[in-house]
């Protein structure tokens, strides 16, 4: 049986440009089975669920439920829950992490401060503090959104898991199904998809290290989607895998086509032409979905400005 997974990696769909974009993921952990629209449809109260959904709205705050791999026990009642809250744009780049008996309490975040990258209403409301362990690895596994996070995502948490691999969570959804198994690496925020045991185990050794692999990723989610082609084409152009050196600082344009400047933490900058296209041919865009062209973006240019170009811009 075919599934939107497979054909996507038949056809061989380019994957940067296509992570979620959060400039901060709040992550809530919450055992036991997912619905579809998990914040609201899981053992987790969903009037809180609906009111983290209104409050995270507009503020680059992307809300999500997390649990421990391997079999889920229906549990209506928790105990204590982790709680994460990551910033993902370079030069603020922080995890925090705190334990809530109470998750009422999560009402009391300002979303807009975090957003922002200001930590001080996490660790103020749910006494966090920062996250001194390893990487967070999130593998999207939620079967009811699409049965390939199920088949591609269950397993390799698990497998993760069982070889002691530490930081390893599920998490409900990361978008982009047919690029299974998807996943999210905190603190940083690069996304990565069609991901396997030994290339993830890379992907977080390069993390502690404070470097990015770009082999299988979509990108990282501080960015709109053209900064995130953009970003990974200079990565590759530059030779450069620091995880904090390069900066999306300007957009212009709009679809099909933009242009984008990335900044070098030591003062070049490229200028990379991304246009928008359409996969073709058409396929599913998740398993049980119509046939559709879903966009792809394509990096057509890098080039490096001169110092002088550089100059004029920040003159503008």
Known sequence: MSTCAKVSRDLEEPLA??????????????????GAKALTSSHLDPALGRALERAAEGTGVRVALIRRPGRHADCHTVAERRVYAAHTT?????????????????????????????????????????HTGDPLALVCTNGKRDRCCALLGRPLAAELAASGVDGIWEVTHLGGHRFSPTLLVLPFGYAYGRAEAHAVKEILQGVREGR????????????????????LAVRTAAHEDAAGALSVVRTEGSAPRWEVTVAHTDGRHWLVTVAQGAALPPRPESCGSALGSPARMDVMAVRELSRTAVAHLAGH
């Not at 440009?17 to 997912?34: D, K, M, Y």
């Not at 990015?212 to 970003?231: F, I, K, L, M, N």
């Open 17 to 34: 440009g296509t992570a979620a974009t959060a400039r901060t993921w709040l992550l809530v952990e919450q055992p036991g089975p997912w």
């Open 212 to 231: 990015v692999v770009t082999e299988g990723c979509r990108g990282s989610s501080a960015w709109e989607r053209p900064g995130q082609a953009a970003e």
């Open 90 to 130: 370079p030069g603020n780049v922080w995890l925090h992490k705190a334990i809530t008996s109470n998750p009422e309490r999560l009402l009391e975040l300002d979303f807009t401060e975090l957003g922002e990258g200001l930590p001080g209403t996490f660790d103020m409301a749910l006494d966090g503090a920062p």
